[in-house]
């Protein structure tokens, strides 16, 4: 007689570099204490907490956070985390998902280089190219020379303009916009 058994569902445990849900259990003066779902308590301590200070001045006990597994079990046996680490691998993985549906959105433009002009996208750095702007821009401008008309472009900074992000690239931080596309 065959014994039938029922398949059960593991949860495969976290590993260096995952993104986990953490609740802050306990704040202290030098460090924050994570517990993260059943799996260990993780900490949040030295440079990390440093950088990290003004986002976490308002998080509670109780509250929960995207955090970054760094490392699964350091001198003292806690799991050492990065919040900044998650917050910024969450928010490429939000420009890369704008970038594959081409979704357009306004972008402020904070400044203007002799290539072109300067935003952010999510606290991102970007670039918005001349070349990816529409003629709208530059059509009082015959020839374009940077060197003379840069005080023209000068006059957008402030404005929002609609783009859809061109190019990504993670290991560079580099977002390239475009308006004409």
Do not use: C
């Amino acid at each position: 007689m065959k014994t039938l058994m029922k398949k059960k569902n593991f949860i495969r445990p976290p590993k260096e570099g995952d993104i986990v849900k953490g609740r802050l259990v306990w704040r202290g003066s030098s460090s924050l204490l994570f517990d993260l779902e059943n799996f260990k308590t993780g900490i949040v301590y030295g440079r990390e907490l440093l950088e990290t200070k003004d986002m976490l001045k308002e998080l509670k006990p109780g509250a929960e956070i995207p955090v970054k597994i760094i490392e699964l079990d350091n001198e003292d046996g806690y799991v050492e985390l990065s919040i900044k680490g998650a917050r910024e691998e969450l928010v490429w993985r939000e420009l890369e998902e704008k970038k594959e549906k081409e979704e357009t959105f306004m972008v402020k433009i904070l400044g203007v280089n002799r290539g072109g002009l300067l935003s952010k996208v999510s606290g991102i750095p970007a670039f918005l190219p001349f070349s990816y702007l529409l003629p709208k821009h530059y059509s009082g401008i015959k020839k374009l020379d940077i060197s003379k008309d840069l005080k023209e472009f000068q006059k957008m900074m402030g404005k929002e303009i609609k783009v859809k992000i061109a190019k990504l690239d993670y290991k560079t931080g580099t977002v390239i916009l475009s308006e004409k596309a």
